[in-house]
């Protein structure tokens, strides 16, 4: 089975920095497209960021320039590093893996908390 395991959020002020990694274990993240997710009270989840199997990488609008998604094949985990935060950056972070061949997020982690203060 596919597991996904969030690490990395915190409280911050705003313009600092965090970044979050996810340890995945029954798939490479290297073979595997991913995506980091994000989910505020109140709101709808929202795709961040997401890095295909060849490495290509895309972002939403509201965090270009800001964050930036990777991976390290060696430890199989996926990274979102989180720089100039906002407040409005607060919510629950979540990594994803498409799951098959259906194009569809079908692995999910727990999430973890960013809070970002002004």
């Known amino acids: 089975a596919v597991q996904l395991v969030e690490s990395g959020g915190g409280s911050v002020q705003a313009g600092g920095s965090l970044r979050l990694s996810c340890a995945a274990s029954?798939?490479?993240?290297?073979?595997?497209?991913m995506g980091w997710f994000r989910q505020a009270p109140g709101k709808e989840r929202e795709g961040v960021a997401a890095?295909?199997?060849?490495?290509?990488?895309t972002y939403a609008d509201s965090v270009k320039g800001r964050f930036t998604i990777s991976r390290d094949n060696a430890k199989n985990t996926l990274y979102l590093q989180m720089n100039n935060l906002k407040p409005e950056d607060t919510a629950m972070y979540y990594c994803?893996?498409?799951?098959?061949?259906?194009?569809?997020?079908?692995?999910w982690g727990q999430g973890t908390q960013v809070t970002v203060s002004s």
């Open positions: 994803a893996a498409v799951k098959g061949v259906s194009g569809d997020y079908g692995y």
């Open positions: 029954g798939a490479a993240v290297s073979r595997s497209h």
């Open positions: 890095i295909d199997r060849s490495g290509s990488t």
